[in-house]
């Protein structure tokens, strides 16, 4: 029985089987290409850096509706965000432009005691604010001609200081 249902498969692979070699290549070879467009633009990976002594609750909200809520350990880090960029951008300014997040909020065993708003901004460097460009550490490191970003925000003991609101919204 099993030999009749196999003879029509056994007379299209003897009288095909240029044709299937072909699209066979033609597929194995078109996967690659996608694959490779793949990696055309750089890759980031943003991180929140816990810089204290103190568990943290870190709340992002888009207007009136919390996103999520992480907890991160002292002197620990929690991924952010990761994605290709726009080769022709710059990759921080590529991140904190696009992410819908407009507010991040730091609390300490259930108080508030930081919290930044968007809009991103080019402020000094002495001016500690999760959406200014300056507070952030860029890492560039190249792979097979591919440059992968990690950016990296810190949260300082300065920031836990007082309860400070950044009101420029």
Known sequence: MMHKLMQPLQAILTGHSKIIIIVFLFVATSCRFFSMDKFDNPEYFSYIVNGTNQELKISTYLPY???EDTILQPDNEIMHRKGLIDKTRDPLKDLLDKIAEDTL??????VLKKTWYKPTSDLD????????YNSWK???YEKDDVNYYYLKFTIT???LQELK???SK
Not at 125 to 130: A, G, P, V
């Open 157 to 159: 003991e300065e920031d």
């Open 125 to 132: 460097s002495s001016e500690h604010h999760f959406f200014n």
């Open 65 to 67: 509706t919390i996103v």
């Open 105 to 110: 909020k730091v609390y300490v065993d259930d």
């Open 138 to 140: 860029i890492n560039i």
């Open 165 to 167: 609101i950044d009101s």
